[in-house]
């Protein structure tokens, strides 16, 4: 059963407020191995990496410059942002008039993540290279964890979240849904964007859903104020868990929401890149390696950039 409990707004990120919200991380991509350099605040702003462009905030990558392949401390330069705020619980709304389109090698993703005593994070949009449905992915190294699923519309639905300490610097699978094709990367633009929405309560359990733009439940359009929302209200979920055999309240709380652009790592470098199902990128691209052709094809990346109008935050009443 879906919370028909009503929801009150209780903060916006938008064009306003967005970059005193959020804090830049000026490292190289240490968490997943990627071939990419997040740069500071100031760097990013200078080179027009993270900007605001008619009211919407920008958040792109490097799409003109060569790299060095071989120099995995410099790959392409990219964004990784942190909310300074975290929560425990409620709804999470985020309206995307463009997600990072497709291209070889590139791995956005907009999730939320606690790294401390524990680890926990659910990717909410996710996806690589050619891909063109959405991936949303929870891992916790609270255990036990394993969820009901119940009714949705995603597929490939796993419902045992907990990975162990060995994995950590690994792949874990965790649990989660694939969406519906056309809800991640260009086809996902195509359709003007849209909004992905993360229900979190202890009692009630995990859902994600996904609305094209011109499928967007009424109270969440742009022309309302968004005061307040009732997710019961909105149909199915691609994803749907109940607490089943896990403690959300102890595998998911102080999180912050995380928002980033990779390349190759983990995902979409090494056998991904040589496999079918992100679209045989080393054949596609006649490069054998996925950091060679990310390093020496900036304009490929031309389109990889987020571009949000908002993100709402609500609390149950």
Known sequence: MVSSFPYKLEKIYDASNFFSSF???DKPDIYTHGFARYISKNAATSSHLAKVVDGKVYLGVDNTTTCDAKDAQNGRRSIRLHSKETFDNGLL???FAHLPANACGVWPAFWVLQDGESYSEIDIVEGISL????????FTSTSPCTMEARASTGTDVKAQCHYSESQMNGSPDGCGATAAEG???AEFNKKGGGIFALLLEPDIGIRVWHFERSKIPIELCAYNS????NPG????PVLNFGPGNCNIKEAFRKLQIIINITFCGEYAGDEAWDGDGNGSCAEKTGYDRCEEYVAENPDAFRDAYFLINSIHLFKRR
């Open 23 to 25: 804090d830049f991380e």
């Open 93 to 95: 709304v985020a309206d």
């Open 131 to 138: 891909n063109s449905a959405n991936e949303v992915s929870l």
């Open 183 to 185: 809800s991640f990367g």
């Open 226 to 229: 968004y005061a307040a929302v």
């Open 233 to 236: 209200s909105w149909g199915t």
